[in-house]
């Protein structure tokens, strides 16, 4: 089934990944990490299962990693786990460390779930007139990495069928070959770069004279979406800047008392695409019962 979020006008997935990512880092209160990851998680497992699951796997090891490091590096807070050779271990510092971990965590799957639902394309859309060569450097970057894993795999498969792999041969070969996979990558990417400055140019791009073509228009579906998120954030902001989630980890862990308005503001923000998935696809199985 497709994506139902990104068939919204791509002014609306712009403004959500990028609202929700500016709240995501600017928070620390273990309640709206814990939402804002979730959150993230089953809307990336709702675009692709398989992939997320794979995607998750380093992400859990960075959360651990986090977890150990930070109190291990740093020996500020009163309750005291432990000592080690060099400094001592506390509790405030391990906590800090593991969210932190998950905040990382949901600002690299809303990333995941941003190039899912942000394709270039929209992404053209909406700066090619403002800034139509930053536009396409970001366009561009934003694709530099799955071109890259996407490419080096075919020349991986087209050398394997040579014998001239990295699986194959000594360790010395098996290094020279790796080199010949890179050179060969590098020479596609600077082709390839050639290649879309040359097309982009014979196209008038970034000229005044340019006309532009677009299938997005911002109908009544989008007015609703937009008002009920912007309602959503300044609620969130609003109790944000008023110390409502307010947290401190050093010397000991001092919270705000919970807000419910704000925990269920945030929550209907960050899950808002979630609910537009199941509606569509709760709708979907409803209309094939009837069949």
């Known amino acids: 089934m497709k994506n139902v979020f990104s068939t919204y006008h791509p002014a609306i997935n712009f403004c959500f990944f990028a609202a929700v990512l500016s709240v995501t880092i600017f928070l620390k209160h273990p309640v709206f990490v814990l939402i804002t990851v979730t959150a993230a998680f089953v809307y990336a497992i709702l675009l692709e299962k398989k992939a997320?699951?794979?995607?998750?796997?380093?992400?859990?090891?960075?959360?651990?990693?986090?977890?150990?490091?930070?109190?291990?590096?740093?020996?500020?807070?009163?309750?005291?786990?432990?000592?080690?050779?060099?400094?001592r271990v506390t509790l405030e510092a391990a906590i800090y460390g593991c969210i932190s971990g998950f905040g990382m965590a949901a600002v690299l799957l809303w990333f995941y779930c941003y190039n899912k639902t942000m394709t270039s394309d929209k992404f053209l859309f909406l700066f090619c007139k403002i800034m139509p060569s930053t536009a396409m450097i970001f366009s561009m970057v934003m694709r530099f990495v799955p071109n890259f894993y996407k490419q080096i795999h075919k020349i991986s498969y087209a050398q394997k069928c040579i014998g001239q792999d990295i699986s194959d041969g000594s360790k010395i070969e098996k290094i020279k070959h790796g080199m010949k996979i890179l050179s060969i990558l590098f020479t596609w990417a600077l082709e390839n770069s050639i290649d879309s400055a040359d097309s982009m140019r014979a196209r008038g791009y970034g000229s005044k004279q340019r006309s532009t073509f677009s299938i997005y228009r911002f109908d009544t579906r989008d007015v609703f979406a937009a008002v009920f998120l912007v309602v959503l954030i300044i609620v969130v902001w609003i109790k944000v800047l008023l110390g409502k989630c307010s947290i401190v980890f050093y010397p000991t862990i001092v919270m705000h008392e919970l807000d419910m308005v704000l925990c269920i503001a945030y929550s209907c923000f960050c899950y808002f695409p979630v609910m537009l998935e199941l509606k569509e696809r709760i709708a979907w199985k409803f209309l094939q019962s009837k069949i």
């Open 52 to 87: 997320t699951i794979r995607f998750s796997v380093p992400i859990l090891f960075m959360i651990v990693l986090f977890t150990i490091i930070n109190p291990l590096v740093n020996a500020r807070g009163k309750t005291i786990l432990f000592y080690t050779k060099y400094s």
